[in-house]
C-alpha cells in the first residue's frame, strides 16, 4: 500500500462486549470517519463491512465467518492478554494488526492502517498466486505446442519454444493461450521466420 487510507465512510463492525474499551474505540472510530456498529454476535456471511475489529480474547471459532480461507476484509484484533492461543487465533481470523486494551485511542488509526495495507498485500499475493498456479497448470499445453511446432518446422525444442514465444509477443496474449489455440487448431501455426 503505498499511500495511508483514507476511512471516512467505512464500515466497521466492533465484535466484543460493551464496556470502557469499546466506548473508547467507538468514539475513536467516529473521528476518523468511520461508521461503526458493535455487537457480541457472529457476522453474518451476508453482511461483511469493511473492516471488522474483534475481540480476540474472548473470540471463538465460529464469531466470523471464514474459516480456513482468507478474512473478506481487514481485521483488528483486540488483546489485552498474551497468551500464545488467543494471539494464535487472532493471526487465525486474518487480524492484521493488534489494539492493546485498555484502547489508546492513539493506538486506533495506525491498527487500521496495518490491517489495511496488509489485508491487501494478502489479496495481492493471493491473486499472483492463482496465477502463477493458473500458468503451471497450462505448461502441459505449451509443451504439446511446442512439440507441434517442431514437427511442423523440423526445428529443436529450443527453437520451436522461441516462434512460440515470439508469436506471443507480437500478438500482445500469454504463451499459454497462443498455445492453447496451436494445439486446438484455432489457428495456423506460426511462421518459423
Known sequence: MRETPNFNGWR????????????????????????????????PASDVPDLVIVD??????DLLPWQTEQA????????????PGRIAWA??????????????????????VMAASIHQERKT?????????????????????????????????ERAYAILRDHAMRRRLPMEQIAAFIVG????LPEAG
Open 185 to 188: 487448431g484455432a489457428e495456423p
Open 12 to 43: 466497521a463492525t466492533v465484535l466484543h462486549r460493551e464496556d470502557g474499551n469499546t466506548d473508547r474505540l467507538m468514539r475513536q472510530l467516529r473521528l476518523l470517519g468511520l461508521d461503526p456498529r458493535l455487537q457480541w454476535a457472529p457476522l
Open 125 to 157: 499475493n493471493a491473486e499472483r498466486l492463482r496465477h502463477l498456479e493458473e500458468r503451471v497448470r497450462l505448461r502441459p499445453l505449451v509443451h504439446a505446442a511446442v512439440e507441434k511446432l517442431m514437427r511442423a518446422h523440423r526445428v529443436d525444442e
Open 91 to 112: 493471526i487465525q481470523q486474518g487480524a492484521g494488526a493488534i489494539i492493546a486494551k485498555p484502547v489508546a485511542a492513539s493506538a486506533v488509526y495506525p491498527a487500521l
Open 56 to 61: 480476540a480474547d474472548q473470540g471463538w471459532d
Open 72 to 83: 473478506a476484509c481487514p481485521v483488528v484484533a483486540m488483546l489485552g492478554s498474551e497468551a
